[in-house]
């Protein structure tokens, strides 16, 4: 159709796109000229996030041109890489393309040309679809046997049509690959024809390969018209059903049995993906506590994974200050027979848990993990002393038809007594009354007052809409559970809850810790922006929400404010009756001011507050490790497994890790094979990977690829873990391909700069993958400016000691060498590492690494 260029508009000031259009269209084809110039003026009315925008139809000189919005990205066809998307990314870009094109649809238009190379992915992650309603007169083969049905010679083999169209009778427009039946018999297309182009897409962002396949034009012209398509869930075993369903009746061979509009598809993908989310939470309900922080050991080091994420739930009193009015909220059964409603019980008690969290005469452990489990067979008097509670809430739930019925019990730890029991019964829509009477009545038990400001609260309705509150409660469960095609999801059933409700403020704090943790995988610095509107429009609606303010402090950490991170979290800690998750939050702000000692004794007594709180013993345990402080680390991680459910298998993780911190690779080998498979978590799968890289097994080469390969997957934009592959490739003298690794370690790196520039660690590293991207010239004035800046920490040490070594600084190298030893970083690592290689010979290395 003509050739496009990036171009300025210098009028508005404004980057835009523009074609030029084929002077022998007007000359030789005066009819498709019309055609297109009435469909522009269409496509330019509309007005839709995901279809770019047209500005003008333009003529200049005797050209031709366009002008339309500039997209940076790529398509949809470079993202897929022939290799599929996962299941999240799947809907977060299927559910938008849908609802544009019913926008289409509704004004008039039919794309005619739906395919990847037409959809593109903008660096922001929001899908665009290109060229609306621009159908094409001649296409190049986009891969060897996906033939073009050039012209009415063509298309004539395979039927003659002999009607008055615009398009021409018999005129096929676009590639055969992605065409419907009715196109390729030359009939006019209806918006039901777009729809068989994105069952066709749909099929490949599934599988990573198309329901039609043929050698030559011909032999996929019959299998589009004759063949039917394979099930999805044949060619990927591990693709929903229900989704194939889907995908199959897009595929109907006949217009009438597919998806007679755009909105009815929209509404069952929306469905199904509300629906495996909500299987999820089902499979997960004793997990809600996101697993973090994990401390993750590169191939040359060990790095902290970010990923804190607070919904304000809990107040954790001091372990073994056992006094009635320090309660023990448990998970509430759920009694309904439907396993879809475990996150409704689950709310129930969290809702119970934030309503008593603000009562100041009450102290409340509320654990959301497994202590349903735990305490199943415990004696009251047991579960007391290991909870330092006096006092614990069970509850039951169960439902007939809209009614719900929650039974509460109130039993004393110390005589076993029931010190209170009750029923209470309503619509599901007014559960928040149900629990604010629950809240009211306990207080009442145990003789506290309340004030008119936290009778205020508790009358309050955080939302108009249960629905919202729904949406709210499966994103907070997604969102925990760590894994970055959760996270996307929990974005969109966030933005659900805003849309249902506007003025519901933790719907916002949802979203802008989804968005927090959904940064902490790709970088995408719009993430942040958005993170912090979204945290500050829920402290407009609440200004006293703690919450919001932490959500805020973790945008504030991410984008280099540290100072105003602090501040933030001391107002919360100088207003709340001391959050252990505030502590934490503060914790990880000092240590990225360099304040370690402040940053320690935040970590200290969180744990002091929660100790019976796991994830308290596991980032006290990860801080202690990154200062090489192995023996205490190895104590913190004991503590967070005796005291996590059975499930939580993060603190065993990572006492593997300060095995491998401290040289014994064998040993944490054999604790990691010990641990349940399939591995789905990429630090893990790079820690496994690590202990081969230094062992001396003679398997150690092909498991190291099987494991950082395995990490690069599940986490493709990882910086530690490219830069892992490419370590391994460099020992296996594949040095193209490690270089093209560190390059993009080093990109993703500076991309997260680019929001958090003062990170002394992602400066570090910024300049350690610059050294093994063989860019001393960069590398070594980083390293000089870092040397006077950085705590002193082993892992800081020890990665200021390679960049030196790799650029042929030996004075530098062994300085920073003597340090991190003297921290506790093992010379058994040392001596085996490549970055040293030029020091090999020198007298001080060998004494400084000498074995014990």
Not at 51 to 67: C, D, K, N, W, Y
Not at 383 to 398: C, F, N, S, T, W
């Given at each position: 159709?003509g050739v496009v260029w990036s171009a300025l508009d210098t009028r508005l000031d404004r980057e835009v796109a523009l074609k030029i259009l084929p002077e022998k269209l007007a000359d030789d084809e005066p009819e498709l000229l019309q055609r297109f110039e009435r469909e522009a003026k269409a496509v330019a009315a509309l007005n839709h996030p995901n279809i770019v925008t047209l500005f003008s139809v333009e003529e200049a000189q005797g050209l031709r041109f366009i002008t339309m919005e500039l997209v940076r990205g790529q398509t949809?066809?470079?993202?897929?890489?022939?290799?599929?998307?996962?299941?999240?990314?799947?809907?977060?870009?299927?559910?938008?393309?849908?609802?544009?094109?019913?926008?289409?649809?509704?004004?008039?238009?039919?794309?005619?040309?739906?395919?990847?190379?037409?959809?593109?992915?903008?660096?922001?992650?929001?899908?665009?679809?290109?060229?609306?309603?621009?159908?094409?007169?001649?296409?190049?083969?986009?891969?060897?046997?996906?033939?073009?049905?050039?012209?009415?010679?063509?298309?004539?083999?395979?039927?003659?049509?002999?009607?008055?169209?615009?398009?021409?009778?018999?005129?096929?427009?676009?590639?055969?690959?992605?065409?419907?039946?009715?196109?390729?018999?030359?009939?006019?297309?209806?918006?039901?024809?777009?729809?068989?182009?994105?069952?066709?897409?749909?099929?490949?962002?599934?599988?990573?390969?198309?329901?039609?396949?043929?050698?030559?034009?011909?032999?996929?012209?019959?299998?589009?018209?004759?063949?039917?398509?394979?099930?999805?869930?044949?060619?990927?075993?591990?693709?929903?059903?229900?989704?194939?369903?889907?995908?199959?009746?897009?595929?109907?061979?006949?217009?009438?049995r597919r998806y007679q509009s755009a909105k009815d598809l929209r509404n069952d993908l929306e469905q199904l993906r509300d629906e495996i989310a909500t299987s999820k939470l089902s499979q997960r309900i004793s997990l809600r506590r996101r697993i973090n922080p994990v401390l993750v050991l590169s191939a040359i080091g060990a790095v902290l994974l970010l990923g804190l994420f607070g919904v304000w739930l809990t107040r954790i009193p001091t372990a073994g200050t056992a006094h009635r009015n320090a309660i023990a909220v448990l998970?509430?059964?759920?009694?309904?027979?439907?396993?879809?409603?475990?996150?409704?019980?689950?709310?129930?008690?969290?809702?119970?848990?934030?309503?008593?969290?603000?009562?100041?005469?009450?102290?409340?452990?509320?654990?959301?993990?497994?202590?349903?489990?735990?305490?199943?067979?415990?004696?009251?008097?047991?579960?007391?002393?290991?909870?330092?509670?006096?006092?614990?809430?069970?509850?039951?739930?169960?439902?007939?038809?809209?009614?719900?019925?929650?039974?509460?019990?109130?039993?004393?730890?110390?005589?076993?007594?029931?010190?209170?029991?009750?029923?209470?019964?309503?619509?599901?829509?007014?559960?928040?009354?149900?629990?604010?009477?629950?809240?009211?009545?306990?207080?009442?038990?145990?003789?506290?007052?309340?004030?008119?400001?936290?009778?205020?609260?508790?009358?309050?309705?955080?939302?108009?809409?249960?629905?919202?509150?729904?949406?709210?409660?499966?994103?907070?469960?997604?969102?925990?559970?760590?894994?970055?095609?959760?996270?996307?999801?929990?974005?969109?059933?966030?933005?659900?809850?805003?849309?249902?409700?506007?003025?519901?403020?933790?719907?916002?704090?949802?979203?802008?810790?989804?968005?927090?943790?959904?940064?902490?995988?790709?970088?995408?610095?719009?993430?942040?922006?958005?993170?912090?509107?979204?945290?500050?429009?829920?402290?407009?609606?609440?200004?006293?929400?703690?919450?919001?303010?932490?959500?805020?402090?973790?945008?504030?950490?991410?984008?280099?404010?540290?100072?105003?991170?602090?501040?933030?979290?001391?107002?919360?800690?100088?207003?709340?009756?001391?959050?252990?998750?505030?502590?934490?939050?503060?914790?990880?702000?000092?240590?990225?001011?360099?304040?370690?000692?402040?940053?320690?004794?935040?970590?200290?007594?969180?744990?002091?507050?929660?100790?019976?709180?796991?994830?308290?013993?596991?980032?006290?345990?990860?801080?202690?490790?990154?200062?090489?402080?192995?023996?205490?680390?190895?104590?913190?991680?004991?503590?967070?497994?005796?005291?996590?459910?059975?499930?939580?298998?993060?603190?065993?993780?990572?006492?593997?890790?300060?095995?491998?911190?401290?040289?014994?690779?064998?040993?944490?080998?054999?604790?990691?094979?010990?641990?349940?498979?399939?591995?789905?978590?990429?630090?893990?799968?790079?820690?496994?990977?690590?202990?081969?890289?230094?062992?001396?097994?003679?398997?150690?080469?092909?498991?190291?690829?099987?494991?950082?390969?395995?990490?690069?997957?599940?986490?493709?934009?990882?910086?530690?873990?490219?830069?892992?592959?490419?370590?391994?490739?460099?020992?296996?003298?594949?040095?193209?391909?490690?270089?093209?690794?560190?390059?993009?370690?080093?990109?993703?790196?500076?991309?997260?700069?680019?929001?958090?520039?003062?990170?002394?660690?992602?400066?570090?590293?910024?300049?350690?993958?610059?050294?093994?991207?063989?860019?001393?010239?960069?590398?070594?004035?980083?390293?000089?400016?870092?040397?006077?800046?950085?705590?002193?920490?082993?892992?800081?040490?020890?990665?200021?000691?390679?960049?030196?070594?790799?650029?042929?600084?030996?004075?530098?190298?062994?300085?920073?060498?003597?340090?991190?030893?003297?921290?506790?970083?093992?010379?058994?690592?040392?001596?085996?590492?490549?970055?040293?290689?030029?020091?090999?010979?020198?007298?001080?290395?060998?004494?400084?690494?000498?074995?014990?």
């Amino acid at each position: 159709m003509g050739v496009v260029w990036s171009a300025l508009d210098t009028r508005l000031d404004r980057e835009v796109a523009l074609k030029i259009l084929p002077e022998k269209l007007a000359d030789d084809e005066p009819e498709l000229l019309q055609r297109f110039e009435r469909e522009a003026k269409a496509v330019a009315a509309l007005n839709h996030p995901n279809i770019v925008t047209l500005f003008s139809v333009e003529e200049a000189q005797g050209l031709r041109f366009i002008t339309m919005e500039l997209v940076r990205g790529q398509t949809l066809r470079d993202l897929m890489g022939g290799k599929g998307l996962p299941l999240g990314k799947f809907f977060e870009l299927a559910i938008p393309l849908t609802d544009a094109l019913g926008a289409a649809h509704d004004g008039g238009i039919i794309h005619r040309d739906l395919k990847p190379s037409n959809i593109m992915i903008t660096d922001e992650g929001r899908l665009k679809i290109l060229d609306f309603g621009l159908a094409k007169l001649r296409k190049e083969p986009e891969e060897p046997g996906d033939a073009e049905i050039e012209s009415d010679a063509d298309i004539s083999q395979l039927k003659t049509r002999s009607q008055t169209m615009l398009t021409q009778a018999g005129r096929v427009l676009g590639t055969v690959a992605y065409m419907s039946p009715e196109q390729l018999h030359g009939e006019p297309p209806d918006p039901r024809t777009d729809l068989f182009s994105v069952g066709v897409i749909f099929f490949e962002m599934a599988t990573g390969k198309r329901p039609f396949r043929g050698k030559s034009s011909a032999d996929l012209v019959s299998a589009i018209l004759r063949d039917s398509p394979p099930s999805v869930s044949e060619v990927k075993v591990d693709i929903p059903r229900h989704l194939g369903r889907i995908v199959r009746r897009c595929l109907e061979k006949e217009p009438d049995r597919r998806y007679q509009s755009a909105k009815d598809l929209r509404n069952d993908l929306e469905q199904l993906r509300d629906e495996i989310a909500t299987s999820k939470l089902s499979q997960r309900i004793s997990l809600r506590r996101r697993i973090n922080p994990v401390l993750v050991l590169s191939a040359i080091g060990a790095v902290l994974l970010l990923g804190l994420f607070g919904v304000w739930l809990t107040r954790i009193p001091t372990a073994g200050t056992a006094h009635r009015n320090a309660i023990a909220v448990l998970p509430f059964a759920n009694l309904t027979g439907d396993a879809d409603q475990d996150y409704l019980s689950a709310g129930i008690s969290a809702g119970l848990i934030t309503d008593l969290g603000e009562i100041s005469g009450i102290q409340v452990v509320g654990r959301s993990e497994t202590w349903r489990e735990s305490a199943e067979g415990a004696s009251p008097r047991d579960l007391g002393r290991r909870l330092g509670v006096g006092a614990v809430l069970e509850g039951e739930v169960q439902q007939a038809a809209d009614i719900l019925r929650v039974d509460v019990k109130l039993t004393d730890t110390e005589s076993a007594l029931v010190l209170w029991s009750d029923t209470f019964e309503g619509e599901k829509e007014r559960l928040f009354e149900l629990q604010d009477e629950i809240t009211r009545k306990l207080a009442t038990v145990l003789s506290i007052s309340l004030s008119g400001k936290e009778l205020q609260r508790l009358t309050r309705d955080p939302t108009r809409s249960f629905k919202a509150y729904d949406y709210l409660l499966r994103s907070y469960m997604l969102i925990e559970s760590g894994d970055a095609q959760d996270v996307d999801t929990a974005i969109e059933m966030s933005r659900q809850a805003v849309r249902l409700d506007p003025e519901f403020a933790l719907a916002h704090v949802a979203l802008s810790s989804a968005l927090w943790s959904s940064y902490q995988h790709d970088a995408a610095g719009s993430k942040l922006t958005e993170a912090e509107q979204a945290a500050w429009r829920a402290l407009e609606l609440d200004p006293e929400l703690p919450a919001a303010q932490v959500a805020l402090a973790r945008v504030y950490r991410s984008t280099g404010r540290y100072a105003e991170s602090i501040d933030e979290l001391q107002q919360v800690l100088a207003t709340h009756p001391k959050p252990a998750e505030a502590q934490r939050e503060l914790a990880a702000s000092f240590e990225r001011v360099g304040d370690l000692k402040q940053a320690e004794t935040c970590l200290r007594a969180a744990t002091e507050m929660g100790a019976s709180d796991w994830f308290n013993w596991n980032a006290l345990g990860a801080f202690l490790g990154d200062l090489g402080r192995y023996d205490e680390a190895k104590q913190a991680f004991e503590q967070a497994g005796a005291v996590a459910p059975d499930e939580i298998g993060v603190p065993f993780e990572n006492l593997a890790v300060i095995t491998i911190q401290q040289g014994r690779f064998d040993e944490a080998i054999e604790a990691y094979e010990k641990m349940p498979r399939p591995i789905r978590n990429s630090a893990l799968a790079s820690n496994i990977g690590t202990a081969y890289y230094f062992s001396e097994r003679p398997d150690k080469w092909e498991r190291v690829e099987e494991y950082y390969q395995l990490a690069a997957r599940l986490d493709p934009r990882d910086a530690v873990i490219r830069r892992n592959l490419a370590d391994l490739y460099i020992d296996m003298g594949r040095r193209e391909e490690a270089l093209h690794h560190y390059a993009e370690a080093l990109l993703l790196v500076e991309q997260q700069l680019e929001d958090d520039p003062r990170n002394q660690p992602l400066r570090l590293r910024q300049a350690l993958y610059a050294a093994k991207a063989e860019k001393c010239p960069r590398a070594v004035p980083m390293a000089l400016a870092l040397s006077d800046e950085l705590p002193e920490t082993a892992r800081g040490m020890h990665q200021l000691a390679q960049v030196f070594g790799l650029c042929g600084r030996e004075q530098e190298a062994l300085q920073a060498l003597r340090s991190a030893i003297e921290l506790g970083f093992a010379t058994e690592i040392i001596r085996q590492e490549s970055e040293f290689q030029s020091l090999r010979e020198n007298p001080d290395f060998l004494e400084l690494t000498a074995a014990d």
